[in-house]
């Protein structure tokens, strides 16, 4: 895996967009009126920028399978920051839905540690490459460089067939959240043993 820096970053948004389009935490956060899928890009994009900010943002080399890593104790208030959240709140979410989208965060960030960790956001591969080893690579590659650095991973999937995968690679499920659909919340501490 490499680093995808932004001349990636089209390439990332829609890999994420396409492999995300029918996952119900991501439609549950995007506005479902108009637009949807300009909606799923655009919180693709600003996932991309806060991860390649305050994280980062790895790409398979062969460039089929990406994944967006936020290192939360990294993060900082710039101006930056807050336009990409003004941009996020008005055209991807609607400032209707702002306090219940935001309610959903607080829930699962009240989950997360205390320490340093790593925050894997999104991991996607392009729909036709599904199934062919190209994700469980680049997981493998993430959860090596996450043990190098001691950093435990947190997660969250709406996405049960997703389950027995994140645990083939030593993620445990910890909690749920019933928001409308079932929030699996998994973490692996570093040094799980590889699958």
Known sequence: MKKADP???????????????????????????????????GLMDYSFNVCNAFGKVWISDDEQACALVLHPDRIKTTLSALLWDAKLAISVIGLKRIGTVMGRETKIKS???K??????????VKPELQNKGIGSRLLKEIIEESDINKRPIYLETSTERNLPWYQNHGFKIFSSLDIKYTLYLLRRVNGQSLT
Request: net charge neutral; hydrophobic share 40%; no cysteine.
């Open 7 to 41: 001349s990636k970053k089209a390439l990332v948004i829609d890999i994420l967009s396409e492999s995300f389009d029918e996952n119900k935490s991501v439609n549950y956060v995007v506005m479902q009126e108009n637009h949807r899928k300009e909606r799923i890009k």
């Open 111 to 113: 989950f997360h540690p």
């Open 115 to 124: 320490e340093p960790f790593s925050y894997l956001w999104f991991i996607g």
